[in-house]
């Protein structure tokens, strides 16, 4: 039940915060492009449960290009953040605004054959059955976070909770009603919880099937794919 799913236990913040480091949170940009793809490859990519269950990025498959151009597709669109510590990326919202009626609209990325697809079908059953627009049903614009991802080294820092911040400020500027958030990990929907983000769907990997049969079953404690959300007001 999706109660369970929410009730798995997060780890608690450590109690000791670790001490805090003058970044700076920036919009980034198509110029930003190699950066931010070197920060993905080094932090996310390997790491994102899913990717990591099929084996995207390995040793002997360092690059997925569709994964590449399907994270960085939308990089000039004025609300992607970077965090920057000494002129270095240490971590990244990427974001998009969703009109109500999205759904449906062409997505040139649709490889079913592939292990990237693999991925971009559940996405898209959970986009489809989640639509959070239903739940806002006075919102026509909602911001959408795609990746959010932080250096392993700067984590505890506050750093993901400084890049939604920024996010809800962009996204209050541009006239969206509501924050949208698809966490694959468990790890991730934890931080949304802490910052007061209400579950509005989940589908337990086991319960995705293709054909009769599990094709996702990440290691614990990743067991279910959620949507999280929060008004913005």
């Not at 250096?151 to 400020?169: F, H, N, P, V």
């Not at 509501?178 to 007061?196: E, I, P, R, Y």
């Amino acid at each position: 039940s999706q109660s369970s799913v929410d009730n798995m236990s997060c780890p608690s913040t450590p109690s000791t915060p670790t001490s805090p480091i003058p970044y700076e949170i920036q919009i980034a940009t198509e110029d930003d492009r190699e950066s931010i793809l070197n920060f993905l490859q080094t932090f996310f990519f390997r790491d994102e449960p899913l990717n990591s269950y099929l084996g995207i990025i390995t040793e002997e498959t360092p690059r997925c290009l569709d994964l590449e151009n399907f994270s960085l597709k939308e990089l000039n669109n004025g609300v992607n953040l970077k965090a920057v510590y000494n002129g270095k990326i240490i971590g990244v919202s990427l974001n998009g605004i969703l009109e109500r009626g999205w759904l449906g609209k062409d997505d040139p990325y649709k490889h079913g054959d592939t292990k990237f697809g693999i991925i971009l079908d559940l996405l898209e059953r959970v986009a489809r059955e989640s639509d959070p627009f239903k739940k806002y049903p006075d919102c026509e614009k909602a911001m959408t976070v795609k990746i959010l991802s932080v250096d392993g080294t700067y984590r505890g820092k506050g750093i993901a909770k400084a890049l939604m911040a920024k996010t809800r400020e962009l996204a209050k500027e541009h006239g969206c009603g509501f924050m949208s958030v698809d966490c694959t990990s468990h790890f991730t929907a934890c931080a949304l919880k802490n910052l007061g983000f209400e579950l509005h769907y989940s589908l337990k990997y086991v319960d995705h099937k293709v054909n009769g049969e599990v094709v996702l079953n990440p290691a614990p404690p990743h067991v279910a794919v959620t949507v999280y959300t929060q008004k913005i007001d």
